[in-house]
Structure formats: C-alpha cells, structure tokens
C-alpha cells in the first residue's frame, strides 16, 4: 500500500515529470512554482486525505518539502502515519 | 428555431432553461439602457435576488441555493449571453461569497454569508492597483498593526461593483505577507469614486476605492495571516475565471443569434448575407466556439466541483478559449451587422465592448498564454528553472 510520502511525490512527480526532488527540497525555492501551484497542491492534499486544511496550517512552511506535507497530512489524519 | 438550436449548443438542464427564461424576460431586454446609461438597472439587481442568483454558489444553510460549479457556470453564461454588466456583478459578489465561506471563521460566516446570500449585501473584490493588475503580488497596499486590529492604506481600481457593494474584500501587505480584509464599504476612512467612460461592461458599477487610515478590528482579517496570495486570492480568481469564461461563451451565443438573425433577414446581390460564404464562415466559427467554450467551462467546473486540483489549468485553459473566442464573435457580429452595428444601442455594439474586456480581466490573453504554455512546458519539454 502507498505511503502518505508516496502519494505526495506521486502528485509532484506528475506535475514536474523532468524533475527530480528530494523529500527535503524546498519545492518553492526551486523557482518555477508558484501560487497556482501552491493552490494544486492544497487542493491534492485535501482531496486525497479528506481533511480540510485550516487557516492556522495554511502557510508556506507547512508547503515547502514533501516532509512537510507528510507531517501537515498525519498530524491531522493520524490514520494516514 | 434552428438558430436558437445552434445558440444554445448542449442540452439543456431544468436550472440552465429556468435561467435562459429570466434572463430573456427581464436581464437582455434592458441591457442596452443600462450600457447606456453606465448603470445596472434596479429591475436586473431585484430579478438576481429574487431568483437566488447572488447566492447561487453559497451553501443552502447559510440561505443560498446550494448550486455546484456546473450549474453556478451555466447561470454565468447565461446572465452573460443576456448582460455581460450584471454578470460582472455577479461574477464579484460570487468571489467574496465563495472567499468567506471558504477560508471565513465561524463568526465571520455567520456575520456575512446570510445577507451575502440574498443580495442584501453585494461584494466587490479588491486587488488590482495603479500599478498592479496581473501582477498581484506587486501590491502596495498597506495594513500596519494597531491595538487589536490593523489600520489599512490602499489605493484599488476598476474596482466592479465598487459603487454598489456594501462589503469590501481588500487585499494589503501586512508585517506577515499579503493579507485579506472585509471591510464593510460605509468603514470610515473608505472613498469610493465612480469610473466613467468605459469602453465595456459599463453598467457593472466601478469605481476607484481609496482606503485611507481606515482601522479595522483583527477579526477582519480573512483567511491565513500573509498566505493570501497562494489562497483566498489564487483561489477566488479561479471562481472568478470560471465566470468571466461561462459569461464569454454568454456573448459568443448572443452574438450568434444577433448576427444569424441579422444575416437571414438583409437583403444582397438578390438572396440574403447568410447567402454568403463568408458570412457562414464566421456563423461557424461562432457556433462551435460557443460549443467549445461551453463544454471546457463544464469540464473546469466539474474538476471544481470534484475538487480536481486539475481544475486550475482547465479554469485558465476554459477563460483563454472564451475570451478570444467572444472578441472574434463580437468582431464578426458587428461586420455582419455593417453600419447598423455602429451604434450605440444595437446590442452587437455593446457585444463587441464587453468581448473586449473579457480579455483583460481575470489575467489578460497574454498572461494565459503564458501560463498555460509554461504548464504545458513542465509537463512535456523538461523544466527550465
């Protein structure tokens, strides 16, 4: 069964299929993503997960790194761990 | 008959006819005085609140009337087809409605969504600048920290629905980043100046809003602190892209009927124009344009309605084809229509106006060919950094 990781990756690795990015690199800081992306990304994570990503959880940080997504994914689906 | 079957391209759902009907009897017939005059006629805005258009889109326990995108999308086309100046309003109020039921607190839900939802209260979305349009993240609106609140400058233009609204949505840098605001439009401090002399879209209330010191309590803040461009922005332009595309197909459809209509009936070299090859060339064009723009406006609000986060690309890719695709209609319609087409008041004329504007707002042509190839890009050359 996919991990939360893989799911994530998965979703990223279809966006930007040329590229290769580590769990810890920062996306945003690659310099070819922006706010539509950011919009994809919390749409992908809500839909896929089931959770709604409150205002609190909604900053880059939380965006950055496949790490990050992870850890925003479990700690509020702890099923997802 | 056949050309209103051409007109309306896919069948027809129970919402999407219930509309059609309205928009026939009350919305298109006074579109032209309301061009004219550069205002939305009292009649068009009771017609939109009575038949629960401005809270289409917001869910049924906050009073609205639950619509998905699908069917928020077919209202906007066909409100578009019949005024593309009350579609804009429409397309405003819709933005704040979905931005506070979004990303709003509970309190904010319950102070704004019911009376949102009835029209009672219209939205207008504030973000474009003097010197930022495309480019939201170039805005230099401020809102400075203040005990228990934030004290906010701005200056917003072509601001739609600026004259009307009774709430404001502002966007301002904060210490933390780019924020959003509600900001009730009677706030202390809150200029609003009407915008006169528009090229299209002239009934749809603008104006410049100049925020001057005006101090606002915290919970007035919407959404995440200093994340507003990756969220309530980005996310509510996509309502609003989804709207201009549906009113965009609206004015392919009714530039269709006007110029088929006018083509049957003008006499040439011994038939009629639609005799002419040339004009069928352009009657084409405006017929499967109208059913492109209609079937891509669905595809995009049948991804939002799934939440797709595939929606994004097919919004842009939706607003591109129909935008375009309502200026050359325009263009053809008002050439089929010759002379009479010049005038004010011929409704073509008015077509051509507001097509125009469709390719301005909500990112300009240039802005989504830049976008979507830049996708395209990443998906099938490589990324270039």
């Known amino acids: ?81 | 008959m056949h050309s209103q079957t051409l007109a309306a391209p896919n069948p027809c759902s129970e919402w999407r006819h219930q509309v059609r009907v309205v928009v026939d009897e009350h919305v298109a017939p006074g579109a032209d005085a309301c061009d004219r005059d550069a205002r939305i006629s009292p009649h068009a805005l009771d017609v939109a609140a009575r038949e629960g258009w401005w809270g289409a889109a917001l869910p049924v326990d906050v009073g609205g009337t639950g619509r998905d995108w699908v069917d928020v999308s077919a209202l906007h086309e066909e409100v578009g087809r019949g005024c593309s100046s009350l579609r804009s309003l429409l397309t405003v109020h819709t933005m704040v409605g979905h931005a506070i039921d979004r990303w709003g607190t509970d309190a904010q839900r319950e102070q704004w969504l019911a009376q949102l939802a009835t029209g009672a209260t219209l939205g207008a979305f504030c973000l474009t600048e003097p010197e930022a349009g495309s480019d939201a993240a170039a805005l230099s609106a401020r809102a400075e920290r203040v005990r228990h609140g934030y004290r906010l400058s701005a200056t917003k233009c072509w601001i739609t629905g600026g004259l009307t609204a009774g709430l404001l949505l502002i966007f301002a840098r904060s210490p933390s980043g780019i924020c959003a605001f509600l900001v009730p439009a009677e706030s202390v401090g809150v200029t609003r100046t009407p915008v006169a002399g528009l090229l299209g879209t002239r009934a749809s209330m603008l104006a410049e809003v100049v925020v001057d010191a005006c101090e606002v309590p915290d919970t007035a803040l919407l959404g995440p602190d200093g994340f507003a461009l990756a969220t309530v922005i980005t996310g509510t332009l996509e309502v609003g892209r989804l709207s201009v595309a549906s009113g965009s197909v609206g004015i392919v459809r009714a530039c269709l009927q006007a110029a088929s209509g006018h083509a049957a009936r003008r006499s040439c070299a011994g038939g009629t124009l639609k005799d002419q090859q040339l004009v069928r060339r352009m009657l084409t064009d405006m017929v499967v344009d109208a059913r492109a723009g209609r079937l891509l406006c669905e595809r995009a609000a049948r991804l939002k309605d799934t939440g797709d986060p595939e929606t994004v690309m097919a919004t842009w890719i939706a607003k591109y084809h129909a935008a375009r695709a309502a200026a050359r209609a325009a263009g053809d319609a008002v050439q089929i229509y010759g002379a009479r087409g010049c005038v004010t008041g011929a409704s073509v004329d008015r077509y051509y106006r507001d097509a125009k504007v469709m390719e301005i707002i909500e990112g300009s042509t240039e802005l989504h060919q830049v976008t979507i190839a830049d996708d395209a890009d990443r998906q099938m050359s490589g990324c270039a950094p």
Do not use: Q, W
């Not at chain 1, 839909?47 to 409150?54: A, D, L, P, S, V």
């Not at chain 1, 909604?58 to 479990?74: D, G, I, K, P, Q």
């Open chain 1, 1 to 81: 069964m996919p991990t939360t990781t893989e799911d994530i990756r998965d979703f990223i690795h279809a966006k930007f299929p040329h590229v290769t990015i580590a769990d810890e690199e920062d996306i945003f800081g690659l310099g070819f993503v922006n706010s539509l992306f950011a919009m994809e990304l919390v749409m992908f994570l809500e839909g896929h997960f089931g959770f709604r990503i409150g205002n609190e959880d909604l900053e880059l940080s939380n965006f950055r790194t496949v790490v990050a997504m992870e850890r925003l994914v479990v700690r509020n689906v702890p099923a997802a761990a």
